[in-house]
């Protein structure tokens, strides 16, 4: 879907300035994006398998819930958009926790695709099992929860299992230690 988005500054203000996400892709702007990782009480992370279809980083596993901000969205309704449209679950601004925001480069395709965003990531309690969980197969070919140890080791050796995107590993354990820190405050 090519819809518009927010040109934003290199502190992830808007500009005043929208384009077509395509348009944003091609020339490299800067844009934003929300990344919701669902947890549960007894240390488990929901992981998003990417569809096959997606033309980037096709099938391999990822952040719960992820998508841009449309043009005037606030943070906060693209995330609870993000999370109906992806896997079906309805949640309330309320259940989001912001931990902070990462800084997201990369190319694809030889350039054809340029990708500058700002990842604002949010926590959130699954609170319903994965079974009612209704997944998109236009952006999510499966769903899975992961101990935060699987989930540590399994950022650790990205590199290796093909199983994350090798170079967000940091990111990762940034976010396995936030939800770590959620269950268990010292």
Same mark, same amino acid.
């Given at each position: 879907?090519?819809?518009?988005?927010?040109?934003?500054?290199?502190?992830?203000?808007?500009?005043?300035?929208?384009?077509?996400? $395509?348009?944003?892709?091609?020339?490299?702007? !800067?844009?934003?994006? %929300?990344? =919701?990782?669902?947890?549960?009480?007894? +240390?488990?992370?929901?992981?998003?398998?990417? $569809?096959?279809?997606?033309?980037?980083?096709? !099938?391999?596993?990822? %952040?719960? =819930?992820?998508?841009?901000?449309?043009? +005037?969205?606030?943070?906060?309704?693209?995330?609870?958009?993000?999370?109906k449209e992806e896997i079906g679950l309805e949640i309330h601004p309320n259940d989001l926790r912001r931990i902070g925001t990462y800084y997201?480069?990369?190319?694809?395709?030889?350039?054809?695709?340029?990708?500058?965003?700002f990842h604002h990531i949010f926590i959130s309690k699954l609170e319903v099992p994965l079974k009612n969980l209704l997944p998109d197969p236009?952006?999510?070919?499966?769903?899975?929860?992961?101990?935060?140890?699987?989930?540590?080791?399994?950022?650790?050796?990205?590199?290796?299992?093909?199983?994350?995107?090798?170079?967000?590993?940091?990111?990762?354990?940034?976010?396995?230690?936030?939800?770590?820190?959620?269950?268990?405050?010292?």
């Amino acid at each position: 879907m090519d819809e518009y988005l927010d040109i934003v500054d290199e502190k992830c203000r808007p500009t005043g300035e929208t384009a077509l996400k $395509s348009e944003i892709h091609k020339n490299g702007w !800067l844009h934003n994006t %929300v990344h =919701v990782w669902f947890y549960t009480l007894d +240390g488990h992370i929901l992981l998003q398998q990417r $569809s096959h279809k997606k033309s980037i980083c096709p !099938l391999l596993w990822d %952040v719960s =819930v992820a998508g841009h901000v449309d043009a +005037g969205e606030t943070l906060e309704a693209a995330a609870v958009r993000e999370t109906k449209e992806e896997i079906g679950l309805e949640i309330h601004p309320n259940d989001l926790r912001r931990i902070g925001t990462y800084y997201h480069e990369a190319s694809y395709f030889n350039g054809a695709i340029q990708d500058n965003e700002f990842h604002h990531i949010f926590i959130s309690k699954l609170e319903v099992p994965l079974k009612n969980l209704l997944p998109d197969p236009t952006e999510v070919e499966a769903l899975k929860l992961v101990s935060l140890e699987t989930f540590g080791d399994l950022a650790l050796n990205s590199g290796k299992n093909m199983h994350f995107v090798s170079t967000n590993e940091g990111y990762y354990h940034f976010v396995n230690h936030e939800i770590y820190s959620e269950l268990f405050p010292e």
